[in-house]
């Protein structure tokens, strides 16, 4: 298992003194899809969609990589928005062409495809809501390299 990604999570929130807590958080570790689902999903992929899909497997004689990703949503104006985004974020950026690349400049462009995804998703969704926007900080390990990104929807 050379390549298996081990690691230790652990998350913690604090409404402090706020009347309301519009944080969220989202962390995922989930095994790289094998070629034959890869291929399958750039049939019908660009734009993601809002449907979980089953976490993908590999055979036993092909070590299997995973990727990590770690979110903190900070709803602004009300929770909704920071719920959309965890509830969404991944599953737009993972089914992104390139996502799944051994080209770092890939991966980055499927990242941010994601992310626009995920917030013109949002807007479609949460438009009739006023004052509902959401900033959010994700991390992702994927191969040996990390990504952070950063971004606000409104």
């Known amino acids: 298992m050379e390549n298996a990604l081990l690691m230790r999570v652990s998350v913690f929130s604090d409404q402090?003194?706020?009347?309301?807590?519009?944080?969220?958080?989202?962390?995922?570790?989930?095994?790289?899809?094998g070629e034959d689902e890869l291929n399958s999903d750039e049939q019908d992929e660009t734009k993601g969609n809002m449907e979980s899909t089953p976490a993908a497997t590999k055979s036993d004689n092909h070590p299997q990589r995973s990727v990590?990703?770690?979110?903190?949503?900070?709803?602004?104006?009300g929770r909704e928005a920071a719920q959309f985004?965890?509830?969404?974020?991944?599953?737009?950026?993972?089914?992104q062409r390139g996502f799944w690349s051994k080209d770092d400049e890939e991966v980055c462009a499927a990242i941010r495809k994601g992310f626009v995804a995920c917030h013109h998703a949002m807007w479609k969704k949460l438009c009739k809501l006023n004052n509902h926007s959401c900033v959010y900080l994700a991390s992702f390990v994927h191969w040996d390299l990390c990504f952070l990104m950063f971004s606000k929807c409104i």
């Open 16 to 33: 402090g003194g706020r009347k309301y807590m519009e944080d969220v958080t989202e962390v995922v570790m989930e095994p790289e899809p």
């Open 85 to 95: 985004a965890r509830d969404y974020l991944w599953e737009f950026i993972k089914k």
């Open 68 to 77: 990590a990703f770690f979110a903190v949503f900070d709803g602004h104006g």
